[in-house]
């Protein structure tokens, strides 16, 4: 009984940290039906960092930081490992932090943030811009930026899974009784918030934005200058150190710091 209270407790905690109802953080273009037999996948077939419930502190890690700037209208991209970018994905309003495969086979590729990063329908802090009401100056006083992503598809299909088995109704095929439902739905709550992620901050260090023209407008984000610090599983293959973007093993042992030197 002790275990299930506070399991409740941490459903209960991420519910106010966004997920407000679960029938609102799946988007409508993922509806479909999922497999029950991925409902809970094994933990053990896939690393992270932290869980998605934990607080931000990564033990036994790779710290992988970079820094640059951007203009509005513009996309920045940096290849950080696995076959791996990390982008600021320009959108009209500013961008969108994304961590995406460097190559796809389909017209479009799985962004890896956006599934293990909640809230899922409402303000996020991966929207580095003018969405939901935020002016340009809150926009770029909102730092750091904390956020979670997962290191390739087979994470993200699983993650994907569980977010659709906790959030989408079930069809009138479906037979199953309320209880039935609720169970499958509260397993996946609990697999979801025991999801081993990789974890990351985006710091804005320098901003210029245009001055709002009217009382009610939010204004733009013109440019930005930040830096970043993602922290990815020992075993994580990272690009190599250069000037621009360093690899710190230390927390992982002497090998790992002579395989990303």
């Known amino acids: 009984m002790g275990n299930f209270c506070a399991r409740f407790l941490r459903v209960a905690r991420l519910l106010t940290q966004g997920l407000t109802t679960f029938a609102l ?10 497999s029950k037999q991925e409902a809970v996948p094994p933990q053990t077939q896939f690393l992270g960092c932290v869980t998605l419930d934990g607080s931000f502190k990564e033990a036994k890690c790779l710290q992988l930081a970079f820094q640059g700037e951007v203009s509005n209208g513009q996309a920045f991209e940096c290849p950080i490992g696995g076959n791996l970018l990390f982008r600021l994905n320009s959108r009209s309003m500013g961008w969108t932090i994304e961590i995406t495969p460097q190559a796809s086979g389909g017209p479009e590729r799985s962004e890896y943030v956006w599934v293990v990063t909640p809230p899922y329908r409402s303000w996020n802090p991966r929207y580095l811009d003018t969405s939901y009401g935020m002016s340009a100056s809150e926009a770029v006083h909102n730092t750091p930026r904390e956020f979670n992503f997962v290191l390739n598809d ?13 959030s989408m109704s079930h069809p009138p095929s479906d037979h199953r009784s309320p209880e039935e439902l609720q169970k499958e739905t509260n397993e996946a709550i609990a697999a979801l918030l025991e999801f081993p992620v990789a974890t990351g901050r985006l710091w804005i260090l320098d901003s210029r934005i245009a001055i709002p023209a009217a009382k009610d407008d939010p204004g733009s984000i013109e440019w930005i200058k930040f830096r970043v610090i993602l922290n990815v599983p020992c075993g994580f293959a990272a690009a190599k150190s250069t000037n621009q973007f360093s690899v710190d093993g230390s927390s992982c042992g002497s090998s790992a710091r002579k395989k990303n030197g």
């Open 25 to 34: 953080i799946m988007p409508a273009s993922h509806a479909g039906a999922p």
């Open 154 to 166: 087979t994470q993200y299909k699983r993650a994907l899974n569980l977010v659709e088995l906790a």
